[in-house]
């Protein structure tokens, strides 16, 4: 009878976090062999180090049999790109099992971000293989993304999430039936706290700093080097509005250092004390060992973890923008960008701005989620309907472009006067006679 191996993938140290968690709750059946496998996607592995020889790794380390490296097993490749040839897979596979002594094993898949390399490719791989998802943050309440291959998405079991907004039920996935577990906040806490006595020493912030978080938005195309730095000007001006002298900045891993050096400058010009934070541990630990009065970012996972799990004031920044420049409009960071727009605080508006209501949220998440994928989704049309009809407004209209609307026959897409005749038979005709033509003519 062969053993069961089960293979945990993990690019991020909040990953590997939300593993831990998820094992040392019951999360997975027992298994003869438990491997953590590291992968690094970033622009240039080579000069970063490896997630397991980051500080704090240690105790995660424990939950694991053994640690190996997807980067050193298909070297020279990138992890980000490579894909393997069909006929291919069944060679690599073989190789796989060789290379990491699995044998003959039944092996087990928990993966994140399944719709795009390294994790699909692992997928594809370990051809039939179970899979478990684990969502990496709130883009799980959107929709998948990008359509899965059947082969792919009929083998996933469960779908694994952290609790970042409580009462909505993610999107992903569903078009399968994946059922949704949720990982336990005390769980999650504790494998955070493991970390953190295990990093080193603290860093030096007196109680009461606010805590600003990069995402190095830059290397996404979404803005310019220049509009980020700006951002960035804006968290700490906005910090000191609110009455906070002391302020740390957690820049993205792999940001440039310029950022740290605009804020000092923009803080020596204010006045106030500036600590750039440039320990690669999550941001949870810092929430862990300091006091922090509050945390300000843009759409971070690190902003959800603050709000819902660590109980944290928490405040955005920049998510109009934000909005705006996300293309194409089924960019899978809008779903994040939304939530963080209607469930945080404003931390530029002095008089603030009234949160979506809790009972709103997933109608509006629903809404959002037709929109983004409807060839997905189509049985979410009525509902998108509903919600449109009734909700669309001041506060609301940001998270939805007229143009889409229009193009899916949605309430708001067009002006009500013409919306009886967006609804015409012959009008309808008309206009896909139209088009028709012009792809005739571009032919």
């Known amino acids: 009878m062969s053993r069961t191996a089960q293979i945990f993938c993990a690019s991020t140290p909040h990953g590997a976090v939300t593993l831990a968690a998820a094992i040392e709750s019951g999360c997975f059946t027992e298994a003869e062999r438990r491997t953590l496998l590291v992968l690094d996607d970033s622009a240039i592995p080579e000069t970063t180090p490896s997630l397991d020889e980051l500080p704090g790794f240690a105790p995660l380390r424990e939950h694991f049999d053994d640690v190996l490296s997807w980067n050193e097993a298909i070297r020279p490749f990138h992890p980000g790109a490579w894909t393997p040839r069909s006929d291919d897979v069944p060679l690599l596979e073989r190789h796989l099992r060789l290379l990491w002594g699995l044998g003959d094993d039944r092996v087990e898949l928990v993966l994140e971000s399944l719709q795009v390399p390294p994790a699909l490719t692992v997928a594809r791989l370990f051809t039939g293989a179970p899979i478990h998802v684990y969502a990496g943050g709130p883009v799980s309440y959107g929709p998948t993304p990008h359509k899965i291959d059947p082969l792919v998405g009929t083998r996933v079991r469960q779908l694994l999430h952290l609790d970042l907004v409580p009462g909505l039920t993610p999107m992903l996935l569903t078009e399968f039936g994946v059922p949704v577990r949720t990982v336990p906040t005390r769980a999650f806490r504790k494998a955070v706290s493991e970390v953190s006595g295990s990093a080193g020493a603290p860093p030096a912030l007196p109680d009461g700093a606010a805590l600003l978080l990069g995402q190095h938005l830059s290397a996404l195309g979404v803005l310019s080097p220049e509009e980020e730095d700006d951002l960035h000007v804006r968290m700490v001006r906005g910090a000191v509005r609110r009455g906070h002298r002391t302020i740390a900045f957690k820049p993205h891993p792999a940001a440039p250092p310029q950022h740290g050096r605009v804020l000092e400058t923009e803080a020596g010009r204010l006045g106030v004390d500036l600590t750039v934070l440039d320990t690669p541990v999550p941001a949870e630990v810092l929430f862990e060992r300091t006091r922090t009065a509050l945390v300000v970012g843009c759409f971070s996972t690190a902003l959800f973890t603050a709000s819902a799990l660590y109980g944290l004031p928490a405040a955005r ?83 939805f472009r007229r143009g889409r609307l229009a193009s899916l026959g949605l309430p708001g897409g067009v002006p009500a006067r013409l919306a009886l005749l967006s609804r015409n038979p012959t009008a309808r005709r008309v206009v896909r006679r139209a088009r028709a033509l012009k792809r005739a003519a571009r032919g």
């Open 317 to 399: 920044v920049g998510t109009e923008r934000i909005l705006e420049r996300l293309t194409p409009y089924q960019n899978g960071n809008r779903v994040p960008v939304v939530l963080a727009d209607a469930v945080l605080p404003d931390l530029e508006r002095e008089e603030g701005e009234d949160a979506v209501p809790a009972d709103e949220l997933g109608d509006l998440v629903t809404a959002l989620g037709f929109t983004l994928q409807p060839q997905i989704h189509p049985s979410l049309r009525p509902a998108a309907e509903r919600y449109l009809s009734r909700h669309l407004g001041p506060r609301t209209r940001r998270y």
